[in-house]
């Protein structure tokens, strides 16, 4: 049974941190491309960073400079470290692994920005 599990959610005031984490079991970690989406109230699910099996990264415009997404193989977790919040940031982020037609989401984790 596939699982990603993710956690590290919460409110945060602007300008400052969290750091997600998406804990995966029931697949083979390494072999899967990994990525971070959000999706805002009224709003479309929208990439915000993805990772791929050999560690190549890529950012939407929004978060660049910002926001770090890394994977840890042996631990099989995704992490998504956000720096810099902004209201603007303000959804619910899901994990999410892809692997040819194997597409697999986790449950999200609620992640608002707000003083």
């Known amino acids: 049974q596939v699982q990603l599990v993710e956690s590290g959610g919460g409110l945060v005031q602007p300008g400052g941190s969290l750091r997600l984490s998406c804990a995966a079991s029931?697949?083979?970690?390494?072999?899967?491309?990994m990525g971070w989406y959000r999706q805002a109230p009224g709003k479309q699910r929208e990439l915000v960073a993805a990772i791929t099996r050999g560690g190549s990264t890529n950012y939407d415009d929004s978060v660049k400079g910002r926001f770090t997404i890394a994977r840890d193989n042996t631990k099989k977790t995704l992490y998504l470290q956000m720096n810099s919040l902004k209201p603007e940031d303000t959804a619910v982020y899901y994990c999410?692994?892809?692997?040819?037609?194997?597409?697999?989401w986790g449950q999200g984790t609620q992640v608002t920005v707000s003083s």
């Open positions: 999410n692994a892809q692997l040819d037609r194997f597409d697999y």
């Open positions: 029931g697949i083979s970690f390494s072999m899967y491309g």
